[in-house]
């Protein structure tokens, strides 16, 4: 003989037994968590009612957020705020892309439970994910309480338990910097639209997002020669940039007929990444040392600037630097470059006592 298999109840049925006073026994069927939520009552403790499952559907429908109070509901409404436009094009690009990532992961979650501690747990779970890489473990994190920390401003959520969630990426590059014998090595190797993208982030202290739309009309003629005026756009701030002899003989090698100052081979704008990975592929070729990148440019940049007779609170700001951490970088790079020593910190003397 063939035993059927018990019928098992979904998970969020609660099923209660009780005996009546005649001795009969009625089983009572709940949505868990929910108070007075009661949608059926049997005499079977497993009902096979089509009616049943209708009523089981109709209650779960009833107790289900409203799109607008679910996790991605929350996400949409802080892509759409004012908070959000008011960034660079590239940090919206960039909290697009977690923002929506968190919204998938949460996607039929109520914006009420960030209000439990146990959330915490559930986003710094979610987050393993990337435990590969400390940068996008750390930056999940960051756009997460960003979006909560907005969500309790607008009254979409009282509180949460996102705060200062803790960081994996321990990074001090500030002994990571290009001296001249690797300007040297590089610039004997690399072809010149490489070369020129090198050279002049170490004259400028941009970033390859700011290198790439350098143009003409950033030139700025002054009484002593030129500089570059440019909005930076990290920081959205107007960076005011003295032209440099080595940064002037760039800006007169490009053809009169181009905007852009740095190009790839063909002439045509670069990319961030493009900019990036040419100084990386022409950098292992020339057989140096894999810790340098582009970014790292700026702090060759932070000494060519303070010996330009910049102060170090001006290199600092314009960095995005602590103070301590412009003169780590600049110091460091004194002790690579023994030719220029001494001229270096003595300049940095200067400019310390300038803060004092």
């Known amino acids: 003989m063939v035993q059927r298999k018990r019928q098992r109840l ?55 957020p409203k799109v ?59 987050r393993q994910q990337w435990a590969h890489s400390a940068k996008q473990f750390d930056y999940a994190g960051t756009v997460v309480t960003l979006i909560l920390n907005w969500a309790r401003d607008a009254g979409k959520i009282a509180e ?38 090198l050279l002049a982030a170490c004259e400028t202290g941009l970033r390859p997002g700011d290198l790439i739309k350098l143009s003409r009309a950033h030139i700025e003629d002054t009484p002593g020669g030129r500089r570059l005026r440019i909005k930076t756009n990290k920081r959205g701030r107007v960076a005011h940039i003295p032209v440099l002899p080595r940064m002037a003989a760039i800006l007169d090698a490009t053809p009169k007929d181009r905007l852009l100052i740095l190009t790839n081979a063909n002439g045509q704008p670069l990319t961030e990444h493009r900019a990036s990975e040419g100084v990386r592929q022409w950098r292992d070729k020339a057989k140096l040392s894999d810790t340098l990148r582009l970014q790292d440019a700026r702090g ?30 600049i110091e460091h790079y004194a002790r690579l470059a023994p030719d220029e020593s001494d001229r270096i910190l003595e300049a940095l003397t200067v400019a310390k006592r300038g803060v004092a």
């Not at 590059?173 to 070369?195: G, H, I, K, Q, Y």
């Not at 700001?317 to 602590?322: E, P, R, V, Y």
Request: glycine residues 4%; hydrophobic residues 45%.
């Open 160 to 197: 949460h338990h996102c705060d200062r969630l803790p960081k994996a990426y321990k990074a001090d590059r500030a002994e990571v910097v290009w001296t001249e014998a690797d300007l040297a090595t590089f610039t004997a190797l690399a072809p010149e639209w490489v070369s020129r993208i």
């Open 68 to 126: 607008g109070h679910l996790v991605p509901g929350m996400v949409d409404a802080y892509l759409s705020s004012a908070e959000f436009k008011a960034k660079s094009p590239r940090t919206q690009d960039d909290y697009r892309k977690w923002a929506l990532r968190f919204a998938a992961e949460f996607k039929d979650d109520p914006v009420a439970i960030f209000e439990e501690p146990a959330s915490r747990g559930e986003v710094n779970e979610w």
């Open 300 to 329: 060759t940049a932070a000494t060519r600037l303070l010996n330009a007779g910049l102060s170090l609170a001006q290199i600092a700001s314009f960095m995005g630097w602590g103070l301590r951490h412009a003169q780590n970088v």
């Open 10 to 64: 979904p998970a969020e049925i609660n099923r209660v037994r009780a005996k009546l006073a005649d001795g009969t026994v009625r089983y009572y069927f709940y949505l868990r968590g929910r108070k007075a939520a009661r949608f059926w009552t049997d005499a079977q403790p497993n009902p096979t009612d089509p009616a049943f499952f209708v009523a089981y559907v109709a209650e779960m429908e009833k107790g289900r």
